[in-house]
């Protein structure tokens, strides 16, 4: 690789020759693979040198592969960069035979290094050296130099690595591209770390012999500045990731020489005062010229230190290439924490203070990391002041960095600087920072929440502030408080789950603390203090079970995770450790806490879930029934005095929980939930008689209604989870239904628990369909199904909106279930009740989503008190979640093929209009309906682009023609541009899905009438076929027997490759048009566009080239004909024409056989 420099170039008269004109040493041509040479004067043998540089390139690396694996065994690594790079001998023993033979011969082993420098870039050339000491100065710089020749495609890289000039030779087509450092994989990443541990065991090895010689450093120095200033990114990174190292090993060194220096001098003062007199001492003498010794070292090292800085660091810290800045950014973060006197001041930490605003990720997360070094040392804290005060916004902004990474280290440094810094961080900067711990990035919050704790909640070092006296819960209640109060004060009440996963990880032991939290809440009022509030309370009860559902489950909440993390077996062990606590404290605390707060729907309906998480065989092991009954009254009482849906649900959930078969309690609680269905049943049958007593069959008294509402709203929620069929409930809900059908005048708040009821008691009917059921039962089931589905379809068109949304839900979850049920593998069954809606029943439906989802509302009054605006924004916000699962019950219907896939084309008319609200769902939906048929899913686009058109075009006046500038053009284009972004880049993917829109379009653009067919195959299929050929041959063959055309300018591309339409369609004579068949003359006119498109690319001034709008993604493009073809003259704005646009695309892998 390298050539060793002539005896003839240490003339002054050759080597200034040697410069510009040097010749091809015999040595360099065996062992390098390119060289430069001045002398070859014409282009010829420019090409020629190149050609052999190459072939002996290929040689050079085969036989270095052969020399390695030789006999069935790997023979040991020559050069350094194959010994570094294999990694396969102790790197002490590799610098130390570099050592040993350095000493022997410098110049030699020097040349090694360099070249070991110049391989690990990746270069694959050539490296040519030469002395000159007796070249003026001006003369060298002049002639350091990095050009290109574009004759043999070779690069020149000439600079000064003293005491020679090198000039390294490397072809362009292997530059920057690719290089060691930045390869994948464990071989190339072991490599990085092999090539820095060389470089400090050189240092360290050379420190007590050859490291003062005044010629190794400033060969190496020189070498790795001049390689740094190159414009190729491989020798930059390289070298500045080499001199970095470099200058970390020096700084090493240097600090070993400062204490060896003060060792020397207390020695020195020892025998000094040991001394009397003027007598001399040979032992004060020794350590005089040691002391100096070491002074002059120091000189050398600082001045080597110098060099490195000002040469190389001040040139790379911003560099284009990221990794160069970063690897800058990281080494002075550790030359800082190393060597602080030094490098700890305001002229060097400004590098790390600019670089906290670069654009790349990587370049802030290393002067995060630098920065967290620094401050973790309260030593070095005082020396920051002046940096604090001025980059302190910046690290307090960056938690909101758009890398998470980046972010979670910022909350890490602040946490530091506020751990050692006093007063840095303000409190309006640390309640900006607490409010981390609700993001659903959560090692930001777990950062945030170890913030939060150490800040706020942690009671460490303010001893002095507790009260005296207290009980065993004294500081843990503190600590409560504080809780509390933050989540109170944060107004984010329904994120508790959140914030107390942000805080498991650092408050664990105190969030598990279920004793001190129940006994606050059981006892509050009653000591003396500071009572809880109602809200306090309620937060408290929100606490205890966020802390219950993270001890029991064991992963974080919803969207703060990809999916439920797989636990060790340590983690396990925990877990079950947890429930069993819960279990063994609340059965007991828990119906003290449903008596106190009975009245109190919020509290009890969150104490009520926390049954869920208990380990009931603690109750028969511990013999506990006695609190297992206790439980169960307080339930039945609290169902007695509630008929809010979330405390209903609660309660039904907790007897569905501990009515498990496999559960020793089950006869006990079955028997407590029969008792209490028994005494709602017979509540709801006195009404529904006194009801139907009535001579008209109505009962206007508002607290009949009430206490028919509440009934059937208790049963509703049961029945959602217990089967409640022997009780008859279905005929009895029924019977409400069919006479609101018939008068119209039943209550809303009796008609929505009734149509749940009903939904209820059908479902629980289908699932119990076995494989002996009869077909009369079968039958009867199904003509019930029907009649149901009857009724929901008449709720419909309510006068009320909550039964129309109701009604329409419970329809779209009825269909796709009754579309999808297997009835227990009985075959019969499932076709006997399977239901598909009619084309009555989807217009219905489409119409429905329309009129409640998409139609704008009028704006309300403006004039509206603060108070009124937060109430009208929530019921907006309401609103728009009713709208969002309206959508989504639809939607799903034609994910699931129960409606017909075409109607999702008025759901994506809507994509671009309301993609804030929903976006997401329509996304989806395209998402889904493409994976289950990728035919299908575009003719929906299409099928929704015409129907736009279509619409746009009756809107514009006839005498005008269309308007391609209006916005409603513009929305449909940009619609377009969405549906072919959804494509996505992989083309194979989408194949079949462009190829069906370009035939689809093809065939309806130029085939205006039906056409006979030739045999089986129908004849606008051939030329489309005919129209994809890339083959020249295979065209005029295929189209000889249809018509007569001669393509101009053929040329042969491969088939896989898309061709942009650009051409123009010939002109055809009259009496050539009047000489042919119509159907002959058609095929002549497609065949000559497509063989014109497809091998004439016309320059851009000539034709007009714009994105096809809404036929094909943005990557194809569209042509403009004349003649023979009618196009529309449209401006630069409006880009598009009909639905039917003139694309000849050759799609990956199309069907190409005529």
């Keep these: 690789m390298i050539a060793e420099p002539n005896a003839a170039s240490n003339l002054p008269s050759q080597k200034e020759n ?31 040198i190149r050609e052999q540089c190459e072939n002996i390139r290929r040689n050079s690396s085969s036989s270095r592969r052969v020399s390695q694996l030789q006999n069935g065994e790997v023979v040991e690594a020559v050069t350094l960069f194959e010994v570094v790079s294999m990694g396969k001998r102790a790197m002490q ?43 003026h100065k001006k003369d060298v710089m002049q002639k350091m130099t990095e050009t290109f020749d574009e004759e043999t495609g070779l690069q020149y890289k000439k600079f000064v690595a003293y005491p020679w000039i090198l000039t390294v030779t490397w072809p362009v087509d292997t530059d920057n591209e690719d290089y060691p450092l930045i390869r994948t994989g464990p071989y190339w990443k072991k490599f990085k770390a092999n090539f820095c541990e060389f470089i400090a065991v050189l240092v360290q090895q050379c420190q007590c012999s050859i490291l003062y010689d005044s010629y190794l450093m400033d060969t190496i120095i020189s070498l790795l500045t001049g390689l740094a200033d190159s414009m190729v990114r491989a020798f930059r990174h390289t070298s500045t990731l080499a001199a970095m190292k470099l200058l970390t090993a020096v700084i090493s060194v240097h ?158 440094l602040l946490m530091l600087m506020s751990q050692n810094c006093e007063d840095v961080l303000s409190a309006e900067d640390c309640e900006m920072l607490y409010q981390f711990v609700y993001t659903t990035h959560r090692p930001l919050a777990v950062a945030a929440g170890e913030f939060l704790y150490k800040r706020l909640l942690s009671h460490e ?28 004060e944060s107004e984010l009440h329904k994120h508790v789950a959140y914030l107390i996963d942000s805080l498991w990880d650092w408050a664990g032991k105190f969030l598990k603390d279920w004793e001190c939290m129940t006994t606050l809440l059981l006892k509050n009022g009653e000591e003396d203090g500071e009572a809880l509030s109602d809200a306090h309370e309620s937060a408290l009860i929100e ?122 309690i089950y006869s006990q609680v079955d028997r407590a939930r029969t008792q209490l269905i028994d005494e709602l049943m017979e509540q709801l049958n006195q009404l529904l008689d006194g009801f139907w007593e009535k001579e008209e069959g109505f009962c206007t008294d508002a607290g009949g209604i009430s206490r028919m509402h509440s009934a059937l709203r208790r049963v509703a929620a049961f029945h959602n989870a217990h089967d409640l069929s022997k009780w008859n409930l279905y005929d009895k809900t029924l019977r409400l239904l069919v006479f609101e059908m018939e008068h119209g005048s039943l209550p809303v708040l009796m008609i929505l628990p009734a149509l749940q009821c009903t939904y209820f008691s059908l479902l629980w009917q289908l699932a119990a369909v076995s494989e002996n059921s009869p077909k009369e039962t079968l039958f009867a089931l199904r003509r019930e199904l029907r009649r149901y589905s009857q009724i929901c379809m008449c709720l419909l068109h309510h006068n009320e909106k909550d039964i129309r949304e109701k009604a329409f839900m419970i329809l779209c979850d009825w269909l796709l279930i009754l579309s999808h049920q297997d009835s227990n593998n009985n075959e019969e069954a499932a076709g006997l009740l399977d239901y598909l809606p009619s084309t009555s029943l989807q217009e219905k439906l489409l119409l429905f989503i329309q009129e409640h989802v998409f139609m704008e509302e009028g704006e309300g009054s403006k004039d509206l008190t603060e108070e009124e605006e937060r109430k009208d924004e929530s019921c907006k916000l309401d609103d728009l979640h009713k709208k969002r699962s309206l959508l989504a019950a639809y939607c799903k219907l034609i994910v699931y093929n129960v409606v017909e896939m075409t109607a999702a084309a008025e ?92 035939k689809y379009a093809y065939l309806q653009r130029y085939i205006a009438e039906p056409l006979p067919c030739r045999g089986d195959e129908w004849q606008p299929l051939i030329w489309y076929r005919n129209s994809l050929l890339a083959n020249e041959d295979e065209e005029s063959s295929v189209l000889g027997s249809s018509g007569e055309w001669s393509p101009v300018g053929t040329s042969k591309t491969s088939s896989f490759k898309r061709k942009l339409s650009n051409g123009s369609l010939p002109e055809t004579s009259q009496t050539e048009a009047g000489s042919k068949a119509p159907d002959l003359q058609r095929a002549s006119q497609l065949a000559s566009a497509a063989g014109k498109s497809r091998k004439r690319l016309k320059s851009r001034e000539t034709h007009l080239q714009e994105h096809l709008p809404f036929l094909c993604p943005g990557g194809l493009r569209r042509r403009y004909c004349k003649d023979e073809i009618k196009t529309e003259d449209v401006s630069e704005e409006g880009q598009a024409e009909d639905t039917m646009e003139d694309v000849d695309v050759d799609v990956v892998g199309a069907d190409q056989e005529s």
Aim: aromatic share 10%; with cysteine; net charge positive.
């Design 907 to 998: 759901i994506y008319k809507y994509y671009v209009k309301s993609y804030n609200d929903f976006g997401d769902i329509i996304k989806e939906t395209l998402s889904k309906t493409r994976h289950n048929n990728k035919i299908q899913s575009a003719k929906t686009l299409i099928l929704c682009l015409q129907q736009l058109f279509r619409t746009h075009a009756e809107s514009q006046d006839s005498s005008s023609g269309v308007d391609f500038s209006s916005a409603s053009f513009i929305n449909m284009k940009e619609l377009a541009r969405r549906f072919s972004l959804t494509f996505g880049w992989d083309q194979v993917k989408s194949r079949e899905s462009v190829a069906m829109i370009h």
């Design 93 to 135: 023993s590799v610098v130390d035979d570099w050592v040993e033979a350095y000493k022997q011969d410098r110049n030699v082993a020097l040349l090694d290094l360099i070249n070991f420098f110049i391989q690990c870039s990746g270069c694959q050339g050539m490296v040519t050296a030469e002395m000159f000491q007796s070249l």
């Design 543 to 664: 606490i205890i079970l966020a802390t219950v559902r993270e001890a029991a489950e064991g992963h974080p909440p919803v969207s703060r995770g990809a999916a439920k993390k797989i636990l060790s077996v340590k983690e396990k062990k925990i877990q079950l450790e947890d429930c069993t606590k819960i279990t063994e404290h609340f059965l007991m605390v828990l119906p003290q806490l449903l008596a106190k707060y009975s009245t109190d729907a919020q509290k009890v309906a969150n104490l009520l879930q926390i049954p869920q998480y208990y380990d009931l065989d603690v109750y028969s092991t511990g013999h506990l029934e006695k609190h297992l009954d206790a439980l169960l009254r307080e339930v039945k009482d609290i169902v007695a005095k509630h008929s809010d849906m979330s405390v209903l649900e609660a309660s039904s959930r907790t007897y569905y929980i501990f009515c498990s078969e496999e559960s020793a």
């Design 18 to 48: 040697a410069l510009h004109d040097e010749t091809v040493p015999e040595s360099a041509v065996q062992n390098g693979s390119c060289v430069r040479n001045g002398n070859l004067k014409t282009p010829r043998e420019k090409r020629k």
């Design 255 to 412: 600090l070993n020489l400062d204490v060896n220096k003060h060792n020397v001098q207390r020695l020195y003062e020892v025998e000094k005062k040991r001394i009397s007199g003027k007598r001399t001492n040979y032992r004060l003498d020794q350590l005089e010229r040691k002391r100096k010794e070491y002074e002059h070292k120091l000189l050398e090292i600082q001045n080597m230190m110098s060099a490195i800085f000002k040469g190389t660091f001040l040139n790379r810290y911003r560099d284009v290439i990221p990794e160069i800045r970063a690897t800058c950014m990281e080494e002075i973060g550790s030359w800082m924490k190393t060597y602080p006197d030094a490098f700890l001041n305001d002229s060097y930490l400004k590098y790390i203070g600019w670089m906290l605003y670069d654009k790349q990720a990587e370049v802030r997360l290393k002067c995060l990391l630098g920065l967290q070094g620094i401050y973790s040392r309260k030593e070095l804290v005082s020396r920051m002041d002046l940096f604090t005060s001025r980059f302190k916004d910046r690290i307090v902004s960056m938690p909101l960095d758009k890398d998470h990474e980046v972010a979670v280290q910022a909350m890490k």
């Design 461 to 488: 070092g303010d001893e002095e502030v507790q009260p005296k006296g207290g009980g065993k819960f004294e500081a843990s209640t503190d600590q409560l408080k504080r809780l509390i109060r933050f989540f109170l």
